[in-house]
């Protein structure tokens, strides 16, 4: 169906058309220039079809003789409404012919149209060129509403960056922007590149990156992505990319690729439809002529009239059409709730997942340690103080998290490592020690064995060789977590894992307050990929996902069979190295991901069942005379018309 072909439509013509060399979707934000021409595309129609009315109303309702008995009159009428809606099928079927491909869709539609006007059966040629025609204007717009949510994405590209050269600012392009220029950018304007916030704070919209309608604050160092609307006041951003290198230009590129990589039902189709239109051609031919051997009052043009309603019927349109509009309008919908797949063929996996892997930190937990608890013998502000003039000399996140919770003006001195267990120094003259409880069985510390039990990483203190108590340290839970893992049981998941380096007492913590089936803890990336190697060794018919963080876990991501990074905007590894990108930081999408593939992939059985039945009812009842070439027209546009409708339902799905 590649009729009216512009480049928005050149991936969905290309697989109809049996031509899949090539896959482009880059200018479907850019449809303006095809405007006129689909406009002259629907006059076009609506003048053929007025003559087709015409004519028909001449022929049977008022039977005006001067129209009936006139053959170069009706030959005449009919041509100028069938040309124009013809020309293009027929140009498109000389062009397949001369690179040797005769048996396609076009070929079918000239020949069995052709034919018709040569038997003198001039309305059915006429209505079968038509309908198809119609059938290609439901079909662009069913294409254009799929590619809606991707010509988001593309659509907020910026075209102009703000930079500061010579005392100035100055208007330029993203791309002459270099590394480490201070570029500023205006209320309501997309940020043209990557970079970190100079300003304090600034508000900024991502919903067309990450599908959150919710406005997000940024403060001073922020890492801030290409195609951020600012939302606040006029703010100044530090480039660390060239705009090639943005996230956005990478999230793009791999949408613009997605198509590329097909699934197993789609693979199928196309091999199927290669095979099956040669053998409805010859099988045409056979009904036109065979009956002579067999038939005593054969009729040719009775015959030839048969093979070529077969002919209009056979033609494998609502398979070929509506199977890859099915899975891209899949990828749309997913890229509208924030999910990004990097071909349909993960799609279809992601309909049937056995096992998913998860790791822990930064997946299932927010990645940021906060304090939980403080336990002290002696006053807590002048304990808080302390530990927090030691940690200031440490860049440990634990570290991290002590002094932005506790800040102190005291000064630590003569701060050293102790390999593995903490820190010594001194505060106000006062010798302190800083660490894990390996560190006061170095130094022979008695301490409350109570604290061997916490689960939580812990840091005790040591005052003058004496401890004076604790602070507890946790990564905290996703909001969405446990109903993150309780959405993928209840969609047939066979197990959940995860999978963390963190020790393994807070692993099984975390993997019981999430009803997680099993936990493994203190693994190394390379432990990571042992237990995946021994799940696909144990269940090797088993589909098998990790979700991981797309920079850690990057050669555990490539093993399984569906690699999933979460949060993958800010990860340059992310969008390189996994199949699916969740875009924001929400477990719970992969559950959404889930239920869109799984309607993607019933979609797509429902189109390919109701094509299959119909043709093959309407086949047989043509080949025997009873389906004239009106009911074969249903059977052939009427069908692709049912299956394209059927294929962008999914763009009005509301998923978890």
């Not at 124009?84 to 690179?99: R, S």
């Not at 009873?626 to 009005?652: K, P, S």
């Amino acid at each position: 169906m590649t009729q009216f072909n512009s480049s928005s439509n050149e991936e969905i013509n290309k697989t109809c058309s049996h031509n899949h060399n090539s896959n482009n979707i880059s200018d479907c934000g850019h449809n303006h220039a095809h405007s006129h021409d689909e406009m002259s595309n629907k006059y076009i129609v609506i003048a053929s079809l007025l003559l087709l009315s015409i004519g028909l109303f001449l022929t049977y309702i008022l039977k005006a003789e001067w129209f009936c008995n006139n053959k170069t009159l009706q030959i005449l009428w009919y041509a100028v409404a069938y040309i124009p809606v013809a020309f293009p099928v027929l140009k498109e079927a000389t062009k397949l012919a001369l690179k040797k491909d005769f048996f396609n869709e076009f070929s079918l539609m000239g020949i069995a149209t052709i034919g018709a006007f040569l038997i003198g059966e001039y309305p059915e040629g006429v209505a079968v060129m038509l309908f198809y025609t119609i059938g290609e204007l439901f079909q662009e717009k069913a294409v254009n509403k799929a590619k809606g949510n991707i010509k988001a994405l593309l659509d907020i590209r910026p075209n102009e960056a703000t930079v500061y050269r010579n005392n100035q600012y100055i208007a330029t392009k993203p791309e002459d922007v270099k590394i480490g220029e201070i570029i500023q950018v205006k209320v309501g304007e997309k940020i043209p590149l990557d970079g970190e916030l100079l300003t304090d704070k600034g508000s900024f919209n991502t919903s067309a990156l990450t599908g959150e309608s919710k406005p997000s604050t940024y403060k001073k160092g922020n890492t801030v992505l290409t195609g951020m609307i600012n939302l606040q006041n006029v703010v100044e951003i530090k480039t660390t990319k060239l705009y090639k290198d943005s996230s956005l230009a990478k999230i793009l590129q791999m949408v613009q690729e997605a198509s590329a990589r097909k699934a197993p039902t789609e693979l199928y189709i196309r091999k199927f439809a290669k095979v099956y239109t040669p053998i409805v051609f010859f099988l045409a031919v056979a009904v036109a002529f065979l009956p002579a051997i067999f038939v005593e009052d054969y009729s040719i043009k009775d015959w030839i009239y048969r093979a070529l309603v077969f002919l209009v019927i056979s033609c494998p349109c609502a398979l070929v059409i509506s199977v890859p509009l099915g899975y891209f309008g899949g990828i749309g919908a997913a890229s509208r709730n924030g999910i990004l797949f990097k071909g349909s063929n993960y799609l279809e996996l992601m309909a049937k997942l056995d096992i998913i892997v998860m790791d822990k930190t930064g997946t299932l937990t927010e990645g940021v340690f906060k304090v939980q608890k403080v336990e002290t013998n002696i006053d807590e502000s002048s304990f808080t103080e302390i530990v927090s003039a030691i940690e200031k000399q440490s860049t440990h996140p634990i570290a991290k998290a002590i002094v932005q919770t506790f800040p102190t003006l005291k000064i630590a001195t003569n701060v050293s490592e102790i390999s593995g267990k903490g820190l010594y120094g001194h505060v106000d003259e006062q010798k302190i020690l800083v660490g894990n409880t390996a560190l006061l069985k170095h130094y022979n510390i008695t301490y409350p064995h109570h604290i061997d039990d916490i689960v939580e990483s812990i840091v005790v203190v040591v005052l003058d060789n004496q401890y004076i108590g604790f602070i507890t340290i946790a990564d905290q839970i996703k909001t969405d977590a446990k109903k993150a893992i309780d959405l993928m049981h209840s969609a047939g998941v066979k197990q959940t894992i995860v999978l963390s380096g963190d020790k393994d007492s807070i692993t099984q913590k975390v993997a019981k307050e999430l009803n997680i089936d099993s936990a493994f803890g203190g693994l190394l990336p390379e432990g990571k990929v042992a237990q995946v190697e021994k799940l696909k060794k144990q269940h090797p018919n088993y589909a098998i996902a990790f979700v991981g963080d797309g920079i850690n876990d990057a050669p555990v991501l490539a093993l399984s069979d569906v690699g999933i990074a979460m949060g993958g905007l800010g990860s340059d590894a992310a969008i390189e190295t996994a199949d699916v990108v969740i875009q924001t930081d929400q477990p719970s999408k992969i559950a959404t991901a889930m239920q869109i593939g799984r309607e993607t992939r019933k979609i797509v059985i429902q189109n390919i069942t109701l094509a299959l039945v119909v043709k093959i009812i309407v086949l047989i009842l043509g080949a025997g005379g009873v389906a004239n070439m009106w009911e074969a027209v249903f059977a052939d546009v009427g069908v692709a018309l049912l299956a394209i409708l059927n294929a962008i339902r999914i763009q009005r799905m509301k998923f978890v």
